[in-house]
């Protein structure tokens, strides 16, 4: 009954909201995307646009590719070839059931969202330090344990920042095995007519009768990008949501969504764009900038473990105004730390 109980429980949300401007040299905004590493979907708005300037539409259809290989051997990913050729920091992180833990006969420590009855350990390698001392007993026990002891197979989504000039070293590297390139899916649509928040960039709270908080547009934002009805009309019983108040209707709104395995320098590119989407006079007062992680990544934002358990959301999304003021809003599930 006890677990039925839990069930039957909404799961815990946390969202985190803050605001400060890109000019400011203490600003978090490039930090914190940088350090979101598993991004699967990427969307803008852009209230009072029709059509998007070729510079933009060019980056968003260069946020690609990335590489899908089936029954990859784990024990690849620490060979010296492969840190020399595509690794100059960072670590191996494993989320393993008791089970396949303890067959592993690696040192770990359990889930910190684990409970009472630990079921599942977290398994952490720093690959660079490991290519270092390839004569250690370590790295003899880590290389016997994938390929001997507990030899785990997976099918991996690869993504790689390649600051060269060979575009195809992913799929020469891995080429023994069934690997296929993908480009991400860009959805572009105008939204026509679209009742928007009235916001204050100074008021995250908001102010009655004067502006939407940031929660309401978060709310919003949501139901905007699952193309929910807004109208409230009395006779739609799938959705009773409408706009917050106040509000204003825009003739058209541009949105954009990139579904993939999306990197956070191609991330860094489009928020960095939007930053200067004000340069040049415009009609509209703010856009916003929304990206969703994968809900069964190992981690949320740098090391901080994230665990699924019934949503698995790890999310943030920017509001770029006009004077270069921004809103940052994160937000995390119930088996997740407070964001950074």
């Known amino acids: ?39 699967y979907r990427v969307s803008f ?27 990859l ?19 191996l992180i494993l989320s393993l059931d008791k089970d396949t833990y303890e067959e592993t006969g690696l040192q770990g420590h359990p889930s910190q969202f684990s409970g009472r009855k630990i079921m599942k350990f977290i398994v952490s390698i720093d690959l660079m330090e490991l290519s270092l001392n ?11 344990s994938f390929k001997e002891k507990k030899p785990l197979k997976f099918d991996f989504l690869l993504a790689w920042h390649n600051t060269g000039s060979e575009e195809s070293t992913m799929m ?15 959805a572009l649509s105008t939204v026509r007519d679209l009742q928007c928040p009235v916001l204050q960039s100074s008021e995250l709270e908001g102010t009655p009768e004067v502006s939407c908080q940031a929660l309401e547009l978060f709310d919003w934002l949501g139901a905007v990008f699952s193309n929910v009805n807004l109208n409230n009309e009395p006779n739609n019983f799938i959705s009773t949501y409408c706009c917050p108040q106040p509000s204003t209707v825009v003739a058209k709104a541009y949105l954009c969504t990139i579904t993939g395995f999306i990197l956070p320098e191609k991330i860094c590119l489009l928020l960095e764009h939007l930053c200067h989407y004000f340069d040049e006079l415009k009609l509209a007062p703010w856009v916003t900038l929304s990206v969703q992680g ?22 943030y999304n920017f509001v770029i105004f006009n004077n270069q003021d921004y809103w940052l809003q994160m937000a995390v ?8």
């Open 1 to 39: 009954m006890a677990t039925l109980r839990r069930l039957r429980e909404a799961p815990r949300h946390l969202l985190v909201c803050e605001k400060s401007n890109f000019g400011n040299h203490k600003s978090r905004h490039r930090h914190l995307v940088q350090t979101h590493y598993y991004n």
């Open 172 to 186: 020469s590297y891995f080429s023994k095995y069934q690997i296929q390139e993908h480009q991400p899916k860009v």
């Open 73 to 91: 051997p784990l024990h690849e990913l620490i060979t010296p070839e492969f840190i020399s050729t595509f690794i100059k920091k960072g670590k």
């Open 134 to 144: 390839l004569d250690s007993k370590k790295y003899e026990r880590i290389s016997w």
């Open 333 to 340: 599930g119930a088996n997740d730390h407070c964001p950074p």
């Open 45 to 71: 708005l852009i209230p009072e646009c029709g059509i998007l300037s070729e510079e933009l539409k060019n980056l968003v259809m260069q946020t690609g590719p990335y590489y899908f290989v089936k029954n």
């Open 294 to 315: 994968f809900a069964d990544s190992p981690v949320s934002w740098g090391k901080n473990e994230h665990g699924f358990w019934k949503g698995g959301e790890h999310l």
